[in-house]
């Protein structure tokens, strides 16, 4: 059975050298797949991110353009001086840049596209004829909807055949002092071109490749369309993504080598690992069959000192019927004896008990006699106790309501003084309450005066403001920016005398409460005079009380002591004839006690003869 045991653990152990191996190719194989993925995964995710970003910064771009028609369309000026017959010269000087920058109106027509170095771009039905029907599509054609219009409008599209943003605003007052002089609207177009310089600045912004732009998509790497208002691709960006799966896959390659190499002398170690254990098991199983052969050749040893075993056994059972015999022998001569200790204890008992008997009989009659007297005396102490005890608690009952109501007159005088404290104290607080009002009005009455000093601030910089605006549309187109700063703070004055306004409402209010609550502090100061009067009569009819208090008590006190005296007294008395009834009682016990031994000595000795006679 050893034998065959051994054969299966050889047969494990070539398993298990089959299954490492096993083993250690499919996790090769598993960790190459991961790897794949895992590489394809990071590839895609950095072209996604690339692709955000180019959308980014796109929408960015178309963005910027426009917020810059916003800010510019919505102005009181660009309605005074672009609508009715356009003045060229004031389009000219706060519209003009680099950059092309079209009026238009409802039907298309091109009302102005000069730039600021004198260049005149085509009209814009002829420059971007799709662009311009989306925008007259997209923007409001009533003054309510431009009204309604807070962000302006942003497309892309082709400009002269070349990929552009587009932004669109409708020419609307911003402060509503000048009104568009009907439906017929107006609008101002601004067009950046999306060129080589702009896609550089993509590209290093996040860390791209160089980004191409052409009418098409590119055969290879990553193409994204740009796309109109209508959806339709205009143009294609194009450009090499980046592989960061790859790189990542080639810097850590000489890792995976390394890994690689340890793992396969990991799994030639295992291998010896097992081959070691097999050789050990064989040798195991050799000696497991020697281990046999001296385990049987022990059994007979065992069998044979066994049968010498059963023979001393038999010897010891022979010597134990010999003191058997001689134990009987000795018990017949113990029983004997025995019998003649009994007869001789019987005797002695007879003539001992009765003498006993009736010495505890007479002790019990002495010991009534006495019993019956205490008794007696007990009766007469415990009343005179009763009644002494009654009296005492009454007066210490007397003394405690007196000094409790000593206390309380002493507890409501410290408290009457104490409350007296506090209307004083109350009473000055009111008063400092009614003072701080009156500063505060005073405070209050500054801070209307600052107001009105910074509402006539507010218009001194309306008028500066005003005067800014018209000297900078005189001026040359270098001043557009002053125009704007100067409708702004014209704007924030406005905004200044609307806050003066509401600050001093607020003051106003607060004057108001300033004056109810110095009037409520007065009428509180005068109910708290009254209130220090009627403490005042409390307090002296309580010190009267704790004087009358003071006398009683004293001559409860002389009482109390003369009735504890009688107490004590009656108690000794009382303890003399209970001690006396103790004494009495123990005579009674120990008269008992000695008849209750008499018989359980007679008992015993009965007993004790009875097993002697009986041997």
């Not at 100067?486 to 509401?502: C, N, P, V, W, Y």
């Not at 409402?505 to 109810?516: E, F, I, T």
Request: overall charge neutral.
């Amino acid at each position: 059975m050893r034998q065959g045991w051994g054969k299966r653990a050889q047969d494990s152990v070539h398993s298990g050298t089959a299954l490492l191996g096993a083993l250690a190719c499919v996790t090769l194989l598993m960790c190459g797949v991961l790897m794949l993925i895992l590489i394809r995964k990071l590839d895609a995710h950095a072209a996604h991110g690339e692709i955000a970003a180019v959308t980014a910064s796109l929408d960015e771009g178309i963005s910027a353009e426009r917020k810059s028609a916003y800010n510019t369309a919505r102005w009181d000026d660009a309605v005074s001086h672009l609508y009715g017959e356009l003045d060229e010269q004031w389009t000219f000087a706060n519209l003009s840049g680099k950059y092309v920058v079209y009026v238009i109106d409802e039907q298309g027509r091109t009302l102005f596209s000069r730039r600021a170095d004198g260049t005149i771009d085509p009209p814009m039905r002829q420059a971007a004829p799709a662009a311009l029907g989306q925008l007259l599509h997209l923007l409001p054609h009533d003054r309510a909807g431009a009204d309604r219009d807070k962000s302006g409008l942003g497309i892309a599209g082709l400009y002269q055949g070349r990929p552009a943003v587009f932004g669109a605003m409708t020419v609307t007052p911003l402060q509503g002092k000048v009104r568009v002089p009907n439906d017929d609207l107006r609008y101002l177009v601004y067009i950046d071109y999306i060129d080589k310089r702009l896609l550089k600045t993509w590209a290093a912004r996040f860390g791209m490749g160089p980004i191409r732009l052409s009418a098409s998509a590119g055969a290879s790497g990553i193409s994204m369309p740009l796309h109109d208002a209508a959806g339709r691709p205009v143009a294609w960006f194009n450009w090499e993504a980046r592989k960061p799966g790859r790189d990542a896959l080639a810097d850590i390659a000489p890792v995976m080598l390394a890994a690689m190499a340890a793992l396969a002398m990991i799994f030639v170690l295992l291998v010896r690992i097992l081959r070691s254990q097999e050789q050990a098991l064989v040798a195991r199983n050799a000696q497991q069959a020697a281990l046999t052969g001296e385990a049987e050749r022990l059994r007979a040893e065992a069998e044979q000192a066994l049968e010498a075993a059963q023979q001393s056994r038999e010897v010891a059972d022979q010597a134990a019927r010999e003191a058997v015999h001689e134990r009987e022998q000795h018990a017949q001569r113990m029983r004997e004896a025995a019998h003649e200790a009994g007869r001789s204890l019987r005797a002695a008992l007879a003539m001992t008990l009765p003498d006993l008997t009736k010495l505890a009989d007479r002790l019990d009659e002495g010991t009534d006699v006495a019993a019956a007297s205490t008794r007696i005396q007990a009766q007469h102490a415990e009343d005179v106790v009763r009644r002494t005890s009654a009296a005492a608690r009454s007066l210490e009952d007397i003394a405690a309501n007196t000094d409790r109501l000593a206390v309380a007159s002493a507890s409501i005088g410290g408290e009457t003084a104490k409350t007296r404290a506090a209307v004083s104290s109350a009473a000055e607080s009111s008063s400092a309450a009614a003072e701080a009002n009156t500063s505060l009005l005073h405070h209050v009455t500054t801070i209307s005066e600052a107001t009105a000093l910074i509402a006539g601030v507010a218009e001194q910089t309306n008028l500066l403001a005003l005067n800014a605006t018209i000297e900078a549309a005189r001026s040359h187109a270098e001043n557009a920016g002053f125009a704007v700063v100067a409708r702004e703070i014209k704007t924030l004055s406005q905004d200044t005398q609307g806050s003066a306004k509401l600050i001093n409402q607020r003051v106003s209010a607060v004057q108001q409460a300033v004056h109810d609550s110095v009037g409520l502090s007065r009428r509180i100061d005068a109910q708290l005079h009254q209130i220090h009067d009627h403490i005042a009569t409390a307090a002296d009819a309580a010190a009267q009380q704790a004087l009358a208090s003071g006398g009683i008590r004293s001559s409860v006190t002389a009482a109390r002591e003369q009735a504890v005296a009688v107490d004590t007294a009656m108690g000794q008395i009382s303890g003399a004839i209970t001690e006396l009834a103790r004494n009495a009682e123990s005579s009674r016990e120990i008269s008992r006690d000695m008849r209750g031994r008499v018989k359980t000595l007679r008992d015993d000795l009965d007993v004790i003869i009875g097993e002697l006679l009986s041997r």
